[in-house]
C-alpha cells in the first residue's frame, strides 16, 4: 500500500467510525449500574430488561450495584465511563432529575454526561404504614401520630428523592407532625424497617409492599399520581382524599441512560432493542401486575420530559423549603 492509499483507508476509517462501531455492537458483554441497593424494584426491573436486552442482542447483560450519596456514585461512574454502550445507567428519576435541585454541586452534569435511551416504565409511589397502625388514611394516620405523643420518623431511598418530598410535603407542612426524615440506600431497607417497626411509614413501590399489604404486615394508606393503580384499583390516590401539593401527582420513573457522547447509532439501538423488550408481553404484562405503566419512549421523548421534569422538581424545593446541600 503507497502512502496515498494508506491516507484513504485512515480517512474511510475515521469518518466510518460509529456507523462501523454500531454494526458491530455489542462485541462483548453489557454493564447496567444500578445506583440503588439490590433486591429493590428498580434492581430487578433492570435484571428483568436486562434479560430481554441480552436474548435479543446476543451478549451477557450484567447488573451492577453501586450505592451511595443519592444514587450518584452509580450515576457518576457512568458519566465518567467509555462512551462506547458497553457500561449503561439504569435508574430512577431522582439521579437525573431530584439531584439537580438538591445539591449545589453534583459531580455529573444530568443532561450533557448521559445520553437518554428510554424512559422503561412510570409507577405511583404508595403509602405504606407499620402493622401496629391502625389507620387506613393519612388523615388517620396522623392523628394517631398526634396523640402518640412520641417523636416518630418516615423514611426515603435517599435524600432530595421523590419520597423525600412526598413525605416531607405531606407529613411535616401539611399535617405540621414535625416527622424527622430517614433515608436509606434503596427501598429494600425500608420495606424491612417498616416490618420490624423501626420506621411506621414510607412511601415506597407496590412490587416491593404488595406482598406484605396482603398479609396484613404492612398498610396502605393512599396512592401518588393522577390516576390509581391498576394494581390496587381500590386505593384511592392523594389527590382524591385531598391533598392537592403538586408533589402527590408525581410518578417515579425507571430508564435507561448511556455516557454522552456514545455514538448515536449505538444509543438508537440500544433504545430501539430496549423499547421492544419492554413492549414485549411477558415483561410488560409481568410490570402491570406490579403496578408499573410501560413507557418505552424514544431517545428525543426521554429528553424532552427530562428538561421539563427538571423545571418542575425544581419549583416544588423552592415551594417545600429545602435548601440545596
Do not use: C
Request: glycine share 8%; no cysteine; aromatic share 8%.
Amino acid at each position: 500500500m503507497n502512502r496515498r492509499q494508506f491516507v484513504a483507508a485512515m480517512i474511510g476509517s475515521v469518518a466510518a467510525g460509529p456507523a462501523a462501531r454500531a454494526q458491530t455492537y455489542p462485541a462483548r458483554p453489557i454493564t447496567f449500574i444500578v445506583p440503588y441497593s439490590a433486591g429493590g424494584p428498580l434492581d430487578a426491573t433492570a435484571r428483568l430488561v436486562g434479560e430481554g436486552l441480552s436474548r435479543r442482542v446476543g451478549q451477557a447483560v450484567v447488573v451492577e450495584n453501586r450505592t451511595g450519596a443519592s444514587g450518584m456514585l452509580g450515576a457518576n461512574a457512568v458519566a465518567k465511563a467509555q462512551p462506547d454502550g458497553y457500561t449503561l445507567l439504569f435508574t430512577v428519576i431522582d439521579t437525573q432529575v431530584n439531584n439537580v435541585a438538591l445539591f449545589k454541586t453534583i459531580a455529573y452534569d444530568p443532561v450533557k454526561d448521559f445520553a437518554p435511551i428510554t424512559q422503561a416504565f412510570l409507577a405511583p409511589m404508595i403509602l405504606v404504614a407499620g402493622a401496629k397502625f391502625s389507620a387506613r388514611t393519612p388523615q388517620q394516620f396522623a392523628e394517631q401520630v398526634k396523640t402518640s405523643g412520641q417523636p416518630l420518623a418516615y423514611g426515603s431511598w435517599g435524600i432530595g428523592g421523590s419520597a423525600h418530598l412526598a413525605g416531607e410535603a405531606l407529613w411535616n407542612r401539611h399535617f405540621r407532625l414535625g416527622m424527622t426524615h430517614v433515608p436509606y440506600r434503596g427501598e429494600a431497607p425500608i420495606v424491612n424497617d417498616l416490618l420490624s417497626g423501626q420506621i411506621p411509614v414510607s412511601f415506597a413501590s407496590i412490587a416491593n409492599t404488595r406482598q406484605h399489604i396482603e398479609t396484613g404486615a404492612l398498610r396502605s394508606l393512599a396512592v401518588s399520581g393522577t390516576k390509581r393503580s391498576s394494581a390496587l384499583p381500590d386505593l384511592p390516590t392523594l389527590t382524591e382524599l385531598g391533598f392537592t401539593d403538586p408533589v402527590f401527582k408525581i410518578g417515579v420513573w425507571l430508564g435507561a441512560f448511556a455516557p454522552g457522547q456514545t455514538p448515536p447509532p449505538i444509543v438508537d439501538r440500544l433504545s430501539q432493542e430496549m423499547r421492544a423488550v419492554v413492549r414485549s408481553p411477558e415483561v410488560s404484562d409481568r410490570m402491570v401486575r406490579l403496578g408499573f405503566e410501560p413507557v418505552a419512549s424514544t431517545p428525543e421523548e426521554f429528553a424532552r420530559s427530562l428538561e421539563t421534569e427538571i423545571a418542575t422538581i425544581k419549583a416544588v424545593f423552592r415551594d417545600l423549603g429545602i435548601e440545596q446541600q
